[in-house]
């Protein structure tokens, strides 16, 4: 068990509005530091905190994240000044670029140079929080009728070298999921060198972690994340050196086929998922200032709330 912060979230798969709102109240009674709640293709982000925060006083709540293909920096800028105001100053707001699924097949927007387009949305919510006019390509900008009565921090969702830089430059905290564990320094680096191009000290690092307290649900987050999710996750783990254990996975796991982690490939749950509390201690060795837990999606409230009081700081 650890001493110091921790936070927990819930995937865009965990769909059950009953079991989010019990799991955000036992973790702040547990003691955890932040709760937040991605969004996909299943329930909106913003409702469901802003019932959270009304069922809680203390934890800090965050969109862990919101992509930037489904809403427009202006509705982004004002879901972040509500939550903030109906918080009380507990809101982070945390964005991410999705993936082509999700752009495409939700929003039906081209999924078309999206490190570009997480920097262009992330400075504008940012600018309107501030105060700061649109920039419309026509007519006259406007600026957001009600501020924020506290500024609103920015966490950022990143793997590619890419993405990672434009974290350093322009977030408070970069969040990476399912990045490995000896990628992390690599990714601390690459945060420094944006950082540094601005001026600006880098940001903190906050890892959301995948547990699995199982067999099967170790082997659900490998196979899900590198078989439905987009080339994102695959891709990065190649670039960083799990190329084999990857294609062992993908070999290993066809259709119909419950999910399953070769031998090949267990590299993959030691670097990637938490399996217990203790292993909280080696993100924190390699940099993670506050390291978020990732609960499964869909599993029994009972294992959930078992699993939470586990991992509780």
């Known amino acids: 068990m650890s ?54 006083s203390r934890i800090e709540l965050g969109t862990g994240v919101l ?15 509500g939550l903030a105001e109906v918080s009380g100053g507990r809101f982070t707001l945390g964005l991410g670029a999705g993936s082509p699924q999700l752009a495409e097949g939700l929003h039906d927007v ?22 700061e006019r649109t920039t419309p390509t026509t007519g006259r900008g406007l600026r957001l009728a009600a501020l924020p009565s506290t500024p609103v921090p920015l966490q950022m969702a990143a793997l590619g070298p890419a993405a990672v830089r434009l974290a350093g430059e322009v977030a408070d905290a970069w969040c990476p999921f399912l990045l490995p564990l000896s990628g992390l ?22 890892p959301c972690i995948p547990i699995a307290m199982s067999h099967d649900v170790a082997a659900w987050w490998v196979v899900f994340y590198l078989t439905s999710m987009g080339p994102l996750y695959a891709a990065t783990l190649r670039e960083l050196g799990f ?22 490939a267990q590299v993959l749950v030691d670097e990637l998922l938490l399996t217990d509390a203790d292993g909280l201690e080696r993100w924190y060795a390699e940099g993670a200032e506050r390291p978020a837990v990732v609960l499964p999606p869909g599993r029994p409230l009972e294992e959930l709330e ?8």
């Open 110 to 131: 081209p999924f078309r140079a999206p490190v570009r387009r997480l920097g262009t949305v992330a400075r504008q919510v940012r600018g309107l929080l501030a105060g």
């Open 243 to 264: 190329g084999e254990a990857v294609d062992a996975v993908i070999a290993a796991n066809g259709r119909g086929v419950p999910p399953t982690v070769p031998p090949a």
């Open 3 to 56: 001493t110091r912060p921790v936070a927990v979230g819930v995937t865009p798969m965990e769909t059950r509005r009953e079991v989010v709102l019990r799991l955000a109240t036992l973790a702040e009674e547990l003691g955890y530091t932040a709760f937040s709640v991605a969004e996909g293709w299943g329930l909106d982000a913003g409702v469901v905190l802003a019932e959270i925060a009304t069922r809680t």
């Open 306 to 313: 078992h699993t939470l009081r586990a991992f509780a700081p």
């Open 185 to 206: 320094k690599q990714g601390m680096c690459l945060l420094e060198e944006g950082a540094a191009r601005v001026g600006r000290p880098r940001p903190r690092v906050t």
């Open 67 to 81: 992509n930037v293909w489904g809403r427009s920096p202006a509705s982004i800028a004002m879901l972040a000044a």
